[in-house]
């Protein structure tokens, strides 16, 4: 069958069972890969089209009202289907439709195969930004005239089918075989498409000249690159020179650059502080250009004395840019060569020899296992790194790519043919060879905490976004205990006969487990009952006001000299009997291994799984004794999360040290010459004193400098604060959120959305989005963090694309989220950032400083909302051009007798603190 009908419907809704109908189709007809003609007609739906679908696809009722009825066109549009493929982008959703108005007008349902052009480019492009049909447009090319009316969009699935069509045979013969054997567990209809392609290979001589194979598995064909060193001849003043003043080379190799003193200083800062091996602490304020400023010195510095620079960044957002904007410019800068390495944790890059194995056994596999592994195969084609973050893989598949993952792979020795393909073994000898190593504040933390074992050698290093590092080192130095992960490990490894690893290991050698499937079920009881007995424990705390929730989720702290109720004492003895299962566990796995080490029946690579397995195992029994078993609290704050409204055993268990400042003073400050620590906020009231403190750094070796920012916050910015708005303690949070909304919607009008609303809690800010929702004029798109289905990026991409958008954020929102220009006029602050005085992390940390005589307040709670509230701050302006208002809904800002630590922390603006009427005057005025 070579004939395509592409459909793309319109309709009143989102659901043809609540009555919703059609009011325009659009079909598109191709043959012999050429689109050979269109058909397209409004069908009146007999009811009115909300106002949020006519803003959307410019469809009136005006329009509608004297087109045919659906029963009128549909034997035409019946007969257009006829002998071909249907293709939609989500064919459940058209199809769906059109099947419901056939049927309700008694007709047949159409039967045709299917292509789902969301699905079948999720396989083909699997390194797509998005799937959305105006995204994928503009990944590949395609001019998309018309988005949200009905011939337009199946146009642009048209074309956007034949490109795949293109994509699919340029793959290689084994990448297809395996596509073939997916293919009857996708949604897709794809056989044909595939046989086809895989005869035609069958008898071609067509070579690909960057693809490579082994093991049936097709991939994209690497060479190791090798850079000369070469030292360079200039001062670092000549080569500073060289860059930012002579010939003007910084403005002749980018657009809108901007001449930014604060730069230059920054990189003469830590040329210094490379120079005299001391460590430097460095506030570039937004604007400065920073990742440029540490990249020039680390270069100058790599090259020269033929020792490696670390850079490490919190984010894979600024990794991204670093290695594909900065280092590039900078490379096209110098007059020497010089090799950059991006390095991140073994769980980010496939294992191919992992992967070839899951491939050959199916028998389990869901959909999501399924797409996953089609993605996959198309990706090998084209990736160099193996880095998982590259491709859009289905957060349900995130379980198997942990199977699929480095992480998994043994120690592999020189002459394993698996080695010299190893993903994460290639990015380890690119980083031997490199000048720079790119790398994340976590590989960075298990570096240390595995005694540098990760990262080549290194003396100096730059750490980016370091007012993160502390909570990052707290993370690896603790540890984390939950239901899914632990039943997911032992799920996997399954009883001798349920088809998973261990009964795939054990296959039909005449091996047998003692005892093995009882103790492993009655292990699986045991991690349930603990599970909801802790569930039901914080369920109880929470019902006497013992535990804080926000979030979604209800947190507890536990100390366990003080747990002494019958319940805690209970929860005890279950954990303990629970590491006895675990370790007969672990002592039958080794006793199995011996067994087919004694009949020669395994490899070293189930070996290496038998290992790991058995690793994994211990560290659950570690962390319970920890967890549970061990009087270390002075030293650890730990705590149970439950989800409020999840399932009886969704309890997760915490652990962290309450300080890491002795730990970071002795594993990363004396171990190693020169660290320089920078961000756009470390300092509260210009005074680096309280980030000193909390990293434990070296008063004697450490250089300190605060960058100005270039831009002109006074003539760019406006600060308005309420005087009227409800006390927000006692019995007043409705009434706040009232006042909140009210002010959202009257600045909304003023700045025509362009709106992001940062929330310090989440239930405040579902609580202001459903009431706004209930309130705000339809022109308005409202998007709400946690409740808008997609990514932080995907929410911000709606923000940006709505003329008239109000986005509300929380939490990770208070931070690299950059939106500049025109998209964003309006910042609003809610609440000053302050972590609850009952939050478990904060409560162990505070009482901790008590008991050192120190006041928490100021010590603690007060330095981190100030930092949080200055990175909130930093997301209106993010250029030179950019202008707006900051408004803050909390009186704390000026009238707390700590209110000078916020005002002093940001650049001076103009400030105002008056009537909510009067502000919103004098928004008017100023915009």
């Known amino acids: 069958m070579n004939r395509y009908v592409v459909i793309d419907l319109e309709t009143t809704g989102h659901s043809s069972t609540n009555n919703d109908k059609i009011i325009e189709v659009g079909i598109v007809i191709v043959e012999d890969d050429k689109i050979i003609g269109e058909y397209g007609t409004f069908l009146n739906p007999n009811k009115a089209i909300p106002s949020f679908i006519s803003n959307l696809t410019g469809i009136m009722d005006e329009d509608v009202k004297d087109a045919p009825s659906f029963l009128e066109k549909a034997d035409e549009i019946v007969a257009l289907f006829e002998n071909s493929y249907l293709i939609a982008h989500n064919v459940p959703f058209d199809l769906g439709f059109l099947n419901a108005e056939l049927i309700k007008n008694n007709k047949s349902p159409l039967k045709n195969p299917v292509i789902d052009t969301v699905e079948l480019a999720r396989i083909l492009y699997p390194q797509a930004p998005s799937y959305k049909l105006s995204q994928l447009a503009e990944y590949t090319d395609i001019q998309h005239a018309d988005p949200h009316r009905a011939l337009s969009d199946a146009y642009v699935t048209a074309s956007l089918f034949l490109n795949l069509k293109q994509k699919l045979a340029s793959l290689p013969f084994e990448t297809i075989d395996h596509l073939l054997r997916l293919e009857k567990k996708l949604k897709s209809d794809l056989y044909e498409l595939l046989f086809t392609r895989r005869e035609a290979l069958a008898f071609s001589v067509e070579e690909q000249p960057d693809i490579t194979s082994y093991k049936g598995l097709a991939f994209k064909k690497v060479k190791d690159t090798h850079v000369e060193k070469s030292n360079h001849p200039l001062s670092f003043g000549e080569y500073l020179d060289s860059i930012y003043e002579l010939n003007g080379s910084m403005d002749n190799m980018m657009d809108h650059y901007e001449k930014r003193v604060g730069q230059r200083e920054m990189s003469e800062e830590i040329f210094d502080a490379f120079q005299g091996k001391k460590h430097a602490m460095i506030e570039a304020e937004t604007g400065t250009g920073k990742s440029l400023a540490y990249i020039i010195p680390a270069i100058f510095e790599a090259v020269q004395k033929k020792k490696r620079v670390v850079i490490s960044t919190y ?34 890059y496939l294992s191919l020899e992992k992967f070839q194995k899951e491939l050959e056994d199916d028998t389990n596999d869901n959909y ?40 998994t792979e043994g120690v592999y020795d020189q002459n394993s043919p698996w080695s010299t393909k190893s993903f994460y073994q290639k990015a380890r000898r690119n980083a031997q060879q490199a000048d720079i190593i790119i790398t994340n504040h976590a590989l960075l933390c298990t570096d240390m905490f595995n005694d540098f074992q990760f990262i080549p050698t290194y003396q100096k290093a730059i750490i980016d976004e370091a007012h993160h590092l502390e909570e990052t080192v707290s993370k690896h130095y603790g540890l984390k205990l939950d239901y899914t992960n632990f039943q997911y490990t032992l799920n996997n490894i399954g009883t001798t006969d349920d088809g998973n690893w261990l009964a795939r290991i054990i296959g039909n050698h005449d091996i047998h487990i003692p005892e093995w499937n009882e103790t492993f079920t009655l292990t699986k009881y045991e991690i349930d009952d603990l599970f909801r007995m802790l569930f039901q424990f914080v369920t109880e705390q929470n019902r006497s006001k013992k535990a804080v929730s926000d979030v979604g989720r209800i947190q507890y702290r536990f100390d366990e000299d003080k747990e002494n109720t019958k319940d805690w004492n209970t929860i005890k003895e279950m954990a303990t009997r629970l590491t006895f299962y675990l370790r007969d566990l672990i002592h039958l796995l080794a006793y199995t291994e011996q067994q087919l080490v004694k009949i020669d029946a395994i490899d070293k690579s189930n070996q290496d799984d038998f290992l790991m397995t058995i690793q994994t195992m211990q560290s659950f029994i570690d962390r319970i004794e920890h967890l549970f078993l061990m009087d270390d609290h002075s030293k650890h704050v730990k705590w149970i999360e439950i989800e409020a409204y999840g399932a009886k055993n969704a309890a997760f268990l915490y652990s962290e040290p309450i300080e890491v400042s002795k730990l970071l003073a002795n594993d990363l400050f004396h171990a190693k010459e020169s660290i320089v620590l920078t961000s756009a906020t470390l300092t509260m009231k210009q005074s680096f004193s309280f980030i000193k403190r909390r990293l434990g ?52 009008e003023i700045t025509q959305g362009r709106m992001l609303v940062l929330f310090t809690s989440y239930d405040m800010l579902k609580r202001s989005y459903y009431l706004l929702k209930e309130t705000i004029d339809t022109h308005y798109m409202l998007i709400a963090q946690g409740i808008s289905s997609g990514s932080r990026s995907r929410l911000k991409k709606n923000f940006i ?42 409560e162990a940390k505070a009482s901790h400083l008590k008991d050192q005589g120190k006041n928490a307040f100021f010590e603690l709670s007060l330095p981190n909302a100030v930092i949080r509230f200055k990175q909130g701050f930093g997301r209106l302006i993010r250029s030179s051009n950019d202008r707006g208002i900051v408004f803050v809904c909390d009186a704390r800002m000026m009238k707390a007798r700590y209110s000078k630590y916020f005002t002093e922390s940001i650049p001076n603006v103009p400030t105002n603190f008056a009537s909510t009427h009067e502000l919103m005057e004098k928004a008017q005025e100023w915009f």
């Open 801 to 842: 694309n709505f003329n008239k958008a109000i986005l509300l954020g929380t939490s990770s929102f208070w931070e690299g989220v950059d939106i500049p220009g025109e998209d964003l006029s309006c910042l609003m602050i809610v609440r000053l950032p302050f972590q609850p005085p009952n939050h478990p992390v904060y």
């Open 697 to 748: 750094i070296p008063e004697d070796r450490l250089l300190t400098n605060k960058i100005k920012s270039p831009f002109s916050y006074h003539d760019q910015v406006q600060l308005l604060v309420p005087n009227d708005f409800p006390d927000v303690k006692g019995n007043n949070v409705d009434d706040f959120i009232y006042s909140t909304c009210e002010a959202i919607m009257s600045l909304a």
């Open 368 to 407: 999501d296992i399924t797409l996953t592994k089609a993605m996959i195969l198309v990706w090998l084609t084209e990736t160099e790194n193996g880095d998982f973050e590259e491709i859009q893989l289905s957060s349900k598949g995130f379980l198997f790519n942990k199977r699929i993952s480095a992480e």
């Open 315 to 348: 984010t894979t957002q600024l990794q991204s840019q670093l290695l594909d904007s900065e280092i590039p410019l900078v490379k096209r800068l110098v007059s020497f060569d010089f090799k950059t390495a991006l390095l991140k944790g073994k769980q980010h």
